[in-house]
């Protein structure tokens, strides 16, 4: 699955990083400050476990959770809690809100098993992206930030368009970092305006 040739995933091996997708955290971080020493962040679909190194690399008094449907190695830090189990079921839910009852910050890297058609995958991460939005209005902090990853397609703009009520801004970016023939696109949504209803 990985192109060895790719600088990314020589860079990752090089620096101890568990996955190349580190870097597109960093990327978007240093663009747009996503957290800092006292964020309690959510890293929903966290495997292997890349983004939330990079997390930890400044959360120092806050918290970073991360959930996968995959076990993982333990990052062997103490503001690191690793949740075993599907990010879409209610009693994930329990379970991160009993880390902490609000989070400043969730990343979602989370991306259904692709087929290789497009379509398909881009109506499978559409299904995926809207749970973890549903996800996001019960445990993100007003004022806090969404960032996740979403298979570009017809519907994109529908998914926008729903976060539009519930944020300030939704901006999509593209890193550098993501491979040139990729799909995938991140969306950045901040000034969450707190659960309505
Ligand atoms: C691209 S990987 C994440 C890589 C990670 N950001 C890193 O830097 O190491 C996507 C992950 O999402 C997880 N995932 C997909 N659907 C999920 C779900 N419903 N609940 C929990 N995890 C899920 C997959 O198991 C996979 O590990």
Known sequence: MYDRKDPYYKKAKQEGYKSRAAYKLKEIDKKYNLYHQNSRVLDAGCAPGGWSQVLLERVKNGVVVGVDILEMDSL?????????????????????????????????DAAPNTSGQKLLDHVNSVELVQKIAELTRKVLKKKGTFLFKLFEGEDKDMVLKGLRKDFDMVKVVKPDATRKNSFEIYVICRGYKGEQG
């Open 76 to 108: 062997n830090h103490p503001a690191f809690h690793f949740i075993h189990g599907d990010i879409t079921e209610d009693e994930t839910v329990e379970r991160i809100l009993e880390i902490s009852d609000k989070y400043d910050l969730v990343v979602s």
